[in-house]
């Protein structure tokens, strides 16, 4: 395959690429010295973290999800006194609060689509004594016992790029055997694709294609500030990405063909197959301008992989489009309902989880996510949300984000009342 992030030397002459149908990096599971590697190379978590590093909007994304779902931290307001000890960790070690744990497990969760947590006994070993941050990028699992198949182990080392690697054993969280053992992990993954047994992708697998061409962009642009490059003609070549065999044949061929190109400064891409070569010539000072589109279908697609459905949620302004803050309170209603509500409950099934093994009954709920923004919306604005056709819930997402607290919301989604003529949304 050719190498993207080289110059490529063809009859003394030197070509930049763009691979605009970038492969994500092979992902299978296999073992080695009794662990299930995580990729084909065991480093798979390092090259998520590396396209955090090159996609500035994937990166925004990420960390706005992560807030959006962990950001307000846990719900006290219903909990017993026992639950609101629990949370304050006191016992887990390290200084770190439930609150500051999981806003890190958030991001993990939409990094790596999976995280860890240390569950830690009482220094008299009667109860569970508190919890622990365990990063995913430093766990492995432990090959599978054919006579305990469904009991699963883990090892946490540094630097799994190593052939041998530094790593404690630990027991997968189980509350039988919790206070005979120790310290144990709980790990938690979103939903696995089919055919992986063990690990799991992240839910934006479909746009690493995009990130990766986000940053060949940029990069692109950077070496054109750097080299003072700027090319009159761009030749998307709709043939997939060629071995540098086949490059060079292009190049060759278009030389040949195109004698009367000499001069010419020409951009070669290459993107998905349909064998038919698109050449764009560039007019003199428009080469940003021929940019332009390219990146918003880039970034496009990259909001598509996050499943993101208003991009003004994750703090990007929509060139030619007037903000307007009541459809963006009914989409984050809508994202909320689809996208953060279902990644909250897998953080609280995980710690409710916990709780319950200590003889704690409370279900923890995550803070709702509001926009904090002056919502000017008129009270037939309000009606109209009420008599909607839209679920019960929604119908509270809405009104919570516009300034109601969840009680009155519920009371008048519940009974259908008319609400107050001096709405919360009207004052100042």
Request: one cysteine or more.
């Amino acid at each position: 395959m050719l190498d993207n992030n080289n110059l490529h030397n063809v009859d003394g002459q030197f070509y930049k690429v763009i691979n605009l149908n970038a492969t994500p990096l092979d992902y299978k599971e296999s073992t080695h010295l009794g662990v299930v590697k995580f990729g084909k190379d065991n480093n798979y978590p390092q090259y998520l973290l590396d396209l955090l590093n090159k996609s500035t909007s994937h990166s925004a994304i990420v960390k706005n999800k992560a807030a959006m779902i962990g950001g307000g931290g846990w719900d006290t307001s219903s909990l017993t006194d026992p639950a609101k000890i629990f949370l304050q960790n006191k016992g887990g070690g390290k200084g770190k609060s439930a609150d500051e744990i999981v806003k890190m497990n958030a991001e993990d969760l939409e990094t790596y689509n999976a995280f860890a947590l240390k569950v830690i006994p009482s220094r008299d070993r009667t109860t569970i004594g508190g919890i622990e941050y365990v990063d995913p990028y430093k766990l492995r699992i432990e090959e599978t016992n054919p006579d305990f198949p469904d009991v699963e182990n883990y090892f946490i080392g540094d630097d799994w790029s190593k052939y041998r690697v530094n790593k404690i054993w630990y027991q997968g969280f189980n509350p039988d055997t919790f206070l005979k053992s120790g310290a144990q992990i709980l790990y938690v993954r979103g939903s696995k694709p089919q055919g992986l047994n063990k690990y799991t992708l992240p839910d934006y697998y479909s746009a690493i294609n995009s990130i990766l061409a986000e940053y060949e962009i940029s990069a692109y642009h950077l070496n054109n500030i750097q080299n003072s490059f700027s090319p009159n003609i761009v030749i998307n070549h709709r043939t997939g990405q060629p071995t540098p065999e086949q490059f060079e044949m292009y190049i060759r061929q278009m030389n040949r063909d195109y004698t009367g190109a000499t001069g010419n400064k020409i951009l070669h891409m290459f993107s998905d197959k349909d064998n038919n070569a698109v050449v764009t010539p560039i007019p003199s000072g428009d080469s940003d301008g021929a940019y332009k589109d390219l990146s918003k279908n880039i970034q496009d697609n990259i909001f598509v992989g996050h499943q993101v459905n208003n991009p003004a949620l994750m703090g990007v302004r929509v060139p030619g489009e007037l903000g307007n803050t009541n459809d963006l309170t009914k989409d984050l209603a809508r994202f909320q309902e689809q996208q953060i509500s279902p990644r909250q409950k897998i953080i609280e099934d995980a710690y409710t989880k916990i709780l319950s093994a200590k003889g704690i009954n409370d279900k923890l709920k995550l803070q709702r996510f509001t926009i904090d923004v002056k919502v000017d919306i008129s009270v037939g604005d309000l009606l109209s949300i009420l008599t909607s056709a839209c679920p019960d819930e929604q119908k509270i997402q809405i009104m919570v984000a516009i300034g109601y607290s969840e009680k009155e919301a519920t009371k008048l989604v519940k009974s259908g009342q008319k609400p107050p003529q001096n709405d919360p949304t009207q004052n100042g």
